[in-house]
């Protein structure tokens, strides 16, 4: 699981939404006030540890893009 928490809940959904295009089915996507939760159902740890580290650098190249995040 991996959170992050955003300067507004506009900013954690617009980022939410952002990489949702990129989230395999075994992984959840919650945005609660401000804060994006990314939390992965995989097979093993190695492969949550491979999917989250990918959703991270696209939560992070989302976050550069996006103003206000």
Do not use: K, N, W
């Not at 809940?9 to 295009?21: D, K, S």
């Not at 093993?44 to 959703?55: H, P, Q, V, W």
């Amino acid at each position: 699981m991996a959170r992050r928490t955003y300067g507004s809940p506009e900013a954690a959904e617009r980022l939410r939404r952002a990489i949702a295009v990129d989230t395999p089915e075994f992984v959840t996507l919650s945005v609660d006030g401000s804060t994006l939760t990314i939390r992965t159902h995989a097979a093993s740890a190695r492969s949550a540890r491979a999917t989250l580290e990918d959703l991270v650098a696209c939560l992070q190249v989302a976050e550069r893009a996006t103003p206000g995040a």
